[in-house]
């Protein structure tokens, strides 16, 4: 990421250089005509550079200490509920910092100078009058196809020739262009990948309150339950049982190598754990309906039937990564075995899928090589006459005062244990938020910095033919020809500099992808939505440009266009 923000940065310097030593031709020019040296010439763009960042070096590190601390005191307040900690971020300058920001920036400045400022040194006083440094005409440099004057007319051809004419311009605001795009579309694929990232690292729990039964007993009772869901606060609720001891076993070819268990495989086999979950006939007529099938396949304990959630995230401890696969690759239809454990003596039920999906209902979550399935209650019941295990159950609560629902579930003093998992979502929730203060705010600087990159480009490329302009007026181009010639020239800069930047852009994108995939696993995602953005971006930003610069070109009057010495 580093690389692509000082590759941008240098080309928006150097492209300044660059377009300024062009306008300045002439006048480098006269230099040589009366005695200056090549090292004179160099030394003055060289100079010109100096000066720059005598001005703009520490304006940038003000501004940015400035706006660090502004963003400090702005985050300060979600520190402690993010990452659970009292000292605040404070602003501290160390010699070594601003030594390092000040020497990286005359380094980016060096660079950006050196290729003008040898082009510079290079010009002589016949070439500078003729132009021909700037300027190249030849048949076969302005060659065009026939086909862009019969589909779009003479003003088309007439676009393209003017960037064909001048190609040091041209490839300068492509260049910019291109610049532009990869850097957008690199850093908001980096920002993406983090928050895929940070996501992938919490659980995601998606309810405030778990509550349990302890003792003998461990289901909860109608009675207690509906004495809970009563309390203030409580806004929804989600009672599920549930029988922890069932596995099946799984083929070890059908399992990608990601997703094995840790433990050992037995005679070609896995061992998933199962947890069989029943949820109350309302929430699961809900459930199944978000999943795409009908309730009534759920319901009958002689064909048993169940929803398989065939998804997990799971710590690999020997690539020291965070996996986000599919589990036992389970597909609708087929017959799933569940398997219990009784002093060594396996007792084996089947059930269908009736359906597969990564959705959870309120109340489950992902779990590490375990796999979810979902059925009805007299399923569940018919299920657990088969095993010699214990079924549980667990309330789930939503809350609009979770701290203080749960100090009043502790006041009934029923052997109730109470997880409020609300202050570890609100904890991950203000990490990503946290985390979107930061890499939001660099997308926005560094879009800042491509569009006053193209601006600066294109606008001075277009001031700079003022007179290729008064020619064209002169000689009878009327203004909505000028006015089409300028759309067509914004409409090949802008597929130019797709056609370079979006390839890439993806490339980047992909080495990226790579670095995320030291520590994480999970698709690679190209960013389509973003793409078509930047697409449409490129276009509204290079018209937007050429039509400021033009409007500007044709207030001039043509005589004096005409005289102007310089391009």
Excluded at 377 to 394: C, I, N, R, T
Excluded at 468 to 495: C, D, H, Q, W
Aim: net charge positive.
């Amino acid at each position: 990421m580093l690389l692509v923000i000082i590759i941008g940065s240098i080309s928006l310097i150097y492209n300044a250089f660059a377009i300024s030593v062009s306008e300045r031709s002439r006048y480098l020019g006269m230099l040589s005509s009366v005695g200056a040296t090549t090292r004179e010439k160099r030394n003055s763009v060289f100079f010109e550079g100096a000066i720059i960042g005598v001005i703009s070096i520490p304006l940038g590190v003000i501004c940015g200490m400035i706006g660090i601390g502004i963003t400090f005191r702005f985050i300060n307040s979600m520190l402690e509920a993010a990452i659970g900690v009292t000292e605040k971020l404070t602003l501290v300058v160390t010699p070594s910092s601003l030594a390092m920001t000040c020497l990286i920036s005359i380094v980016t400045i060096f660079i950006s100078t050196y290729i003008p400022a040898q082009r510079a040194s290079k010009i002589s006083a016949i070439d500078a009058i003729r132009q021909t440094m700037d300027i190249k005409l030849t048949g076969k440099t302005v060659k065009t196809s026939k086909l862009v004057q019969r589909l779009f007319g003479i003003e088309a051809e007439l676009g393209l020739k003017n960037l064909k004419r001048n190609k040091r311009r041209y490839y300068a605001t492509v260049f910019s262009l291109v610049i532009s795009i990869v850097l957008f579309l690199s850093v908001f694929f980096f920002t993406s990948n983090m928050q895929r990232s940070l996501d992938l690292t919490q659980k995601g729990y998606n309810y405030d309150i778990g509550v349990y039964k302890n003792g003998e007993v461990a289901t909860i009772d109608e009675r207690l339950m509906k004495s809970i869901v009563s309390l203030e606060g409580v806004t929804e609720y989600s009672l599920i049982k549930q029988w922890f001891g069932a596995f099946t076993w799984v083929a070890e070819k059908s399992i990608p190598e990601g997703a094995k268990p840790p433990q050992a495989p037995d005679q070609g086999r896995y061992k998933y754990n199962l947890r069989v979950n029943a949820l109350s006939e309302d929430k699961l007529k809900a459930y199944a309906q978000k999943v795409g099938i009908e309730y009534a396949k759920l319901t009958n304990p002689a064909h048993p039937t169940a929803i398989l959630i065939d998804v997990m995230t799971h710590i690999d401890e020997k690539n020291k990564k965070t996996i986000e696969t599919r589990g036992i690759h389970g597909r609708a239809g087929e017959m799933l075995d569940i398997v219990s454990t009784d002093n060594n003596k396996e007792s084996v039920s089947k059930v269908e899928l009736a359906a597969v999906t990564d959705q959870f209902p309120m109340g489950l979550i992902q779990s590490s090589f375990e796999v979810h399935l979902v059925v009805s209650e007299p399923v569940f019941d018919q299920l657990m006459k088969k095993s010699k295990d214990e079924a549980y159950s667990g309330l789930y609560l939503n809350s609009k005062d979770p701290l203080k629902t749960q100090q009043n579930i502790e006041e009934m003093k029923n052997d109730l244990a109470v997880r409020n998992l609300f202050q570890e979502r609100q904890r991950s929730e203000q990490k990503i938020l946290l985390l979107s203060v930061f890499v939001y705010g660099f997308v926005a600087l560094i879009t800042a910095v491509s569009v006053a990159n193209i601006l600066n480009t294109i606008s001075t490329s277009v001031a700079l033919r003022k007179r290729e302009f008064a020619m064209l007026r002169s000689v009878g181009m009327t203004p909505k020809s000028f006015n089409k010639m300028m759309n067509y020239e914004s409409i090949f800069y802008g597929i130019k500099a797709l056609t370079y930047g979006l390839p890439v852009s993806v490339v980047i994108m992909a080495l990226i992808y790579r670095a995320f995939m030291h520590s994480f696993s999970y698709g690679f995602i190209v960013p389509w939505t973003s793409m078509l953005y930047v697409i449409v971006a490129v276009f509204v930003i290079v018209s937007l440009s050429m039509y400021y610069a033009s409007m500007k070109v044709k207030k001039a009057n043509i005589i004096d266009a005409l005289k102007q010495e310089n391009l």
